[in-house]
């Protein structure tokens, strides 16, 4: 009989938790090795803002719009509950000159962006005290609690499948 791969990943925030969860859905024996604390010590610090607005090049916005995509999917794999919300984003400039700029380069590329005006913004944002001119709505974006996703897919390991040291 072919024997499982066995596969040890080190780190058990958001990166090593989805690569195990990925080599487990492959079929093979995986143990995470974690120093500090399960969830990770960046993921439990994130912003954790899931979205493609700021990418440098066309590449890194293809590989940014595709993790956007793949982090919608994970609810088909793993019970999210309210880690990860779908509100979308609102970005403005207290100063500066590169909000037209920056709205026409997501449009440019096919992303879901809309300006809105100063009364759009309060209608969408009544609580905001500081209501911008003009702001740029991202409507598909999210943001995740990082180390509680990673502890959700680290939970689809078997007993003694993590170790903390
Ligand atoms: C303040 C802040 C805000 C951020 N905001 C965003 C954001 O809005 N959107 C976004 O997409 N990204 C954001 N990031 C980046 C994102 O959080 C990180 O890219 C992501 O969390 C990295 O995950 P990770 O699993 O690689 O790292 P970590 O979560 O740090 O996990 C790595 C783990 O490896 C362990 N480890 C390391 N070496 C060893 C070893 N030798 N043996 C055992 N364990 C080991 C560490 O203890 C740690 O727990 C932000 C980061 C920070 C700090």
């Known amino acids: ?15 090593g938790a989805s690569i195990a969860l990925s080599c487990l859905n492959l079929g093979a024996d ?3 090795l974690e120093q500090n604390k399960l969830g990770g010590v960046a ?11 700021f ?3 066309s590449a890194y916005f293809e590989l940014r719009n595709a993790a956007v995509g793949a ?13 990860v919300i779908w509100q979308g984003t609102l970005w403005w400039e207290d100063s500066g000159q590169e909000l037209e700029k920056q709205f026409n380069n997501l449009i440019g590329r096919g992303y879901v962006a809309k300006l809105l005006n100063k009364s759009e913004i ?10 911008p001119q ?8 999210g943001a995740a609690e990082a180390d509680r996703v990673a502890l959700t897919m ?11 040291y």
Do not use: C, H, Y
């Not at 993921?43 to 607005?53: D, H, P, R, V, Y």
């Not at 309060?122 to 209501?131: A, F, G, M, R, T």
């Not at 003009?134 to 974006?141: H, S």
């Not at 680290?154 to 903390?164: A, C, E, F, I, P």
């Open 30 to 32: 995986v143990v995470v």
């Open 1 to 15: 009989m072919k024997q499982k791969p066995k596969i040890l990943v080190v780190g058990s925030g958001i990166i």
């Open 122 to 131: 309060k209608s969408l944002e009544p609580n905001l005290k500081d209501i």
């Open 154 to 164: 680290l939970s689809n390991l078997t007993d003694g499948g993590w170790q903390s």
């Open 43 to 53: 993921s439990s610090n994130s912003f954790g803002w899931i979205n493609a607005s």
């Open 134 to 141: 003009a702001a740029i709505f991202t409507p598909l974006e």
């Open 71 to 83: 982090f919608r999917n994970l609810k088909t794999e793993i019970n999210l509950n309210d880690s």
């Open 55 to 57: 990418a440098e090049s």
